[in-house]
C-alpha cells in the first residue's frame, strides 16, 4: 500500500515570496493533517480536515497561511508571504476515521522549507 | 495550555546499551504513542498504549502507560547503530483525539 506522498521534498525561498506543498494521503483515509516541525520541536498541528471540510485550522496563521482540499483526497499548503521564522519541515499526515476514537495517523516524508 | 516534557534531550550510548526515555505531563491523557523519526522522514508509530498500567513491547522496545495516567516511558533493550534517530512521545487530547508532541528524544550511539 502506498504511503503518504508528498513534494517537493525541499524548497528553498527567499522572505516574502510565496511557496505551495502537496500532499496526497493514503487511499480510503478520510482524515488529513499539516504539520510545522520546527527544527528540535515536536509536530505542531496546523490544520485538520475531514473530506474536504476543516475541522480544526485554530493554529494556522491565517494572514499568510492557507490550505485546501477541494475534492476529498490531495491538499495543498501555501504560504504568501513567506517570513524567516517559516523555516520548517512540513508534515502531511493522513488517516481514517472513526468517530470517538484514536485514529493512527500515517506521516509522509514532509517538505523542508528554508526561507532567506 | 497542555504540554509533554520528554526527557532526556538528547542521549550519547554505546552500542548493545539499553536506553530509557520518558514523558510527563500535567493532564490526564486516554492514549499515549511513541514515535521514531529518521532524518529526511516522518515520524512512525513505534508503539501505542491506550489503557493505564499497560505496559507493551514491540521487539526491543518496551513501553508503558503511566497509572496516573500522566507520564511514559519507552525502553530500548541492546540499542543496535539503527536505532539512532529522534523519538517523540505524544498523546490525544480526550476532547478531540488530535495530539498533542514532546520536544524529541535524539538517540546518539558512540561508535
Known amino acids: 500500500e502506498a504511503g503518504v506522498a508528498q513534494s517537493p521534498r525541499y524548497k528553498i525561498i527567499e522572505k516574502r515570496q510565496s511557496v505551495a506543498f502537496w500532499c496526497n494521503p493514503i487511499?480510503?483515509?478520510?482524515?488529513l493533517y499539516w504539520y510545522q516541525q520546527i527544527l528540535g520541536q515536536g509536530p505542531k498541528l496546523l490544520i485538520q480536515?475531514?473530506?474536504?471540510?476543516?475541522?480544526?485550522d485554530s493554529q494556522l496563521p491565517k494572514d499568510r497561511f492557507s490550505a485546501e482540499r477541494l475534492k476529498g483526497v490531495d491538499s495543498t499548503l501555501k504560504i504568501q508571504p513567506a517570513k524567516l521564522e517559516d523555516s520548517a519541515v512540513y508534515l502531511c499526515a493522513s488517516s481514517l476515521f472513526v468517530l470517538n476514537s484514536y485514529n493512527e495517523q500515517f506521516f509522509g516524508p514532509g517538505t523542508r522549507l528554508t526561507v532567506l | 495550555g497542555q504540554q509533554l516534557n520528554q526527557s532526556p534531550q538528547s542521549m550519547f550510548i554505546q552500542e548493545g546499551e539499553d536506553v530509557s526515555m520518558n514523558c510527563t505531563s500535567s493532564?490526564?491523557?486516554?492514549?499515549w504513542l511513541w514515535y521514531k523519526q529518521d532524518p529526511g522522514e516522518g515520524p512512525v508509530l513505534l508503539i501505542a498504549l491506550y489503557k493505564a498500567g499497560e505496559l507493551t513491547s514491540n521487539g526491543r522496545l518496551t513501553a508503558q502507560f503511566g497509572i496516573t495516567r500522566k507520564d511514559s516511558f519507552l525502553n530500548i533493550s541492546a540499542s543496535i547503530p539503527s536505532d539512532v534517530g529522534i523519538y517523540f512521545c505524544a498523546a490525544h487530547q480526550p476532547s478531540n483525539y488530535q495530539l498533542i508532541w514532546g520536544a524529541g528524544t535524539k538517540l546518539i550511539i558512540k561508535p
Open positions: 493532564s490526564i491523557f486516554n492514549t
Open positions: 480536515f475531514q473530506n474536504n471540510g476543516v475541522v480544526d
Open positions: 487511499s480510503g483515509h478520510a482524515t
